[in-house]
């Protein structure tokens, strides 16, 4: 069995003034062109398909042409809803899909919905775990002691007595964490408590799946074992992920314990860079490849310079934010804004 993961699609987002959903129609098209090339039985999408809960019109329209697309093309597609999806707007026209092989778990309502995938070797259980707070599944486990993430999905995929014989994978959008936390891109964050990291689940909760797929954190990496992982966000949405290698998830399944995995790099339209120097220099050292990129800028020079940024779009297309770095200013990060865990 060969599953693609993939996550934190986040349609219909912006830098600034800069719509990309041209950038995202051509990242998703690579996808499905390469799921074909591949030959998957099965993508794997673990959440924050939209980037907001009420997605603009292009939004919605690029995500029908996704899959029908997928649709079109044959291929099983597992979608659950992460923390910036609208329940209803992302289910909408889910039991449709069902019948085109495109499976959509928007929300937890008290059940924990799987699904049967065949190959020669047997079965292989595909777990969908959307988004939970603890107040959600406490709503649904009123006997249980529930107080944070981890309790709720504790108690979410025991009451499920799942069999660790059995080849079984999951997808959930939440904040997980082996020994050490995940590195957090700078578009995401994760409120804390005074008693500690009340959103953080613990991997081992995860121990009776062959493979976990995760969404939520937007830079690629492994919790623990290599079979627990954030696959990342398919584009650089913030100036965190600027030295991101964004890739996908390509999983083979074979008998029970004999999982493989492989990193197949995605290529966007145009990059995201980060230039820093003297305007004078940054100007005079254009490379014309990088004219329509995305691009920050870090001025170094002591003085202030009128309308800088309007002198950077003389030779830049595409410019974000500028920002100065100089002995007065000391060193600066740009203020990106972050996503909540919090609808």
Do not use: C, W
């Amino acid at each position: 069995m060969r599953l693609l993961h993939i996550s934190d699609l986040h349609i219909g987002r912006s830098l600034t003034d800069y719509d990309l959903l041209e950038d995202q129609r051509y990242i998703l098209n690579s996808i499905i062109d390469i799921a074909l090339e591949r030959k998957i039985d099965a993508l794997l999408i673990a959440g924050d398909v939209y980037d907001k809960a009420v997605p603009s019109e292009g939004a919605v329209k690029l995500l029908d042409e996704f899959l029908n697309r997928l649709k079109n093309n044959h291929i099983k597609t597992f979608i659950i809803g992460g923390n910036h999806d609208s329940d209803e707007r992302l289910n909408f026209g889910s039991s449709l899909f069902s019948d085109s092989d495109i499976y959509i778990v928007s929300k937890y309502n008290g059940e924990f919905t799987s699904y049967e995938l065949y190959d020669e070797y047997g079965k292989i259980n595909v777990y969908m775990l959307p988004f939970v707070k603890a107040s959600t599944v406490r709503h649904y486990h009123e006997d249980k002691d529930i107080k944070t993430y981890e309790d709720a999905v504790r108690v979410i995929i025991d009451k499920a007595d799942i069999d660790e014989a059995n080849r079984n994978v999951i997808l959930s959008h939440q904040y997980v964490a082996g020994r050490d936390n995940p590195t957090l891109s700078g578009s995401e964050s994760v409120k804390t408590h005074h008693v500690g990291n009340v959103e953080v689940i613990g991997a081992n909760v995860f121990n009776a799946f062959d493979y976990v797929a995760l969404g939520h954190i937007h830079s690629p990496q492994r919790v623990m074992r290599e079979e627990v992982r954030y696959s990342g966000s398919p584009l650089k949405y913030s100036l965190s992920e600027v030295n991101d290698d964004k890739s996908m998830v390509l999983i083979t399944m074979k008998d029970k314990g004999d999982v493989s995995l492989e990193f197949i790099p995605l290529k966007p339209l145009r990059q995201m860079r980060h230039i820093k120097g003297e305007l004078k220099e940054l100007i005079a050292n254009v490379d014309e490849e990088t004219v329509d990129d995305y691009i920050y800028v870090t001025l170094t020079d002591e003085d202030m310079i009128d309308d800088a940024m309007g002198v950077i779009r003389n030779y830049y297309n595409r410019p974000v934010k500028l920002d100065y770095q100089n002995s007065r200013t000391g060193d600066v990060t740009f203020d990106e804004v972050e996503i909540k865990t919090d609808k």
